[in-house]
Nanobody, 116 residues
Framework: QVQLVESGGGLVQPGGSLRLSCAGS????????MGWYRQAPGKQRDLVAT???????NYNTSVKGRFTISRDNDKNTVYLQMNNLRPEDTAVYYC??????????WGRGTQVTVAS
């Protein structure tokens, strides 16, 4: 079956870094635009960053200069490098295939908590 498995989250102090990974199975990422989203308690799920199949990236203004989305198609994996983390970055982070037919398909996410 199709799976999106996010990993790499955890508890980190403000100013710290984490790298999230999204591994796909039952689906090949290579030809798809991919995205990272996050959802904090009581808030909607927001777009964090996208990367097209061609490698073009875009970022939520709140993370520009701090986060980097990348992909390794040979590993069927998408990454989110998060630097200079802030408490407001605390959320469950999800990856997503930017394809209309998979609009409502999500993995379980990975928790990122930024706190002293």
């Amino acid at each position: 079956q199709v799976q999106l498995v996010e990993s790499g989250g955890g508890l980190v102090q403000p100013g710290g870094s984490l790298r999230l990974s999204c591994a796909g199975s039952g689906i090949v990422f290579r030809n798809y635009d991919m995205g990272w989203y996050r959802q904090a308690p009581g808030k909607q799920r927001d777009l964090v960053a996208t990367i097209t199949a061609a490698g073009i990236t875009n970022y939520n203004t709140s993370v520009k200069g701090r986060f980097t989305i990348s992909r390794d198609n040979d590993k069927n994996t998408v990454y989110l490098q998060m630097n200079n983390l802030r408490p407001e970055d605390t959320a469950v982070y999800y990856c997503h295939v930017e394809l209309e037919s998979l609009k409502y398909f999500w993995g379980r996410g990975t928790q990122v908590t930024v706190a002293s």
